[in-house]
Nanobody
């Protein structure tokens, strides 16, 4: 089992910045990709950014140039640096971690954090 604990959410003004952190604990071996999803009220959950164990990243188009995902493998932590925040960024942000099976390389388990609220308001 892997547990993910998030921090860093809060209330910010448009144009402001926040940094989200997520630390994995428990059986953290064979963790490959880590990422961030978000869900706004009345909307579908969407991928924001992800980073694999080689450091390659991908972002949804709406956050490119504004958000940066990074990870510190020694601390089992993934970060999401958010800048130039907009009203549309208001959502609950969820951390994810993917764990590969020790025997079957086509089996993957995804763990989810509890979510942290980000509110952008003037």
């Amino acid at each position: 089992q892997v547990q993910l604990v998030e921090s860093g959410g809060g209330l910010v003004q448009p144009g402001g910045s926040l940094r989200l952190s997520c630390t994995a604990s428990g059986n953290v071996i064979r963790i490959s990709a880590m990422g961030w999803y978000r869900q706004a009220p009345g909307k579908q959950r969407e991928l924001v950014a992800e980073i694999n164990n080689g450091g390659s990243t991908k972002y949804t188009d709406s956050v490119k140039g504004r958000f940066t995902i990074s990870r510190d493998n020694a601390k089992n932590t993934v970060y999401l640096q958010m800048s130039s925040l907009e009203f549309e960024d208001t959502a609950v942000y969820y951390c994810t971690a993917d764990q590969e099976d020790d025997k079957l390389d086509y089996v993957r388990r995804r763990y989810w954090g509890q979510g942290t609220q980000v509110t952008v308001s003037s």
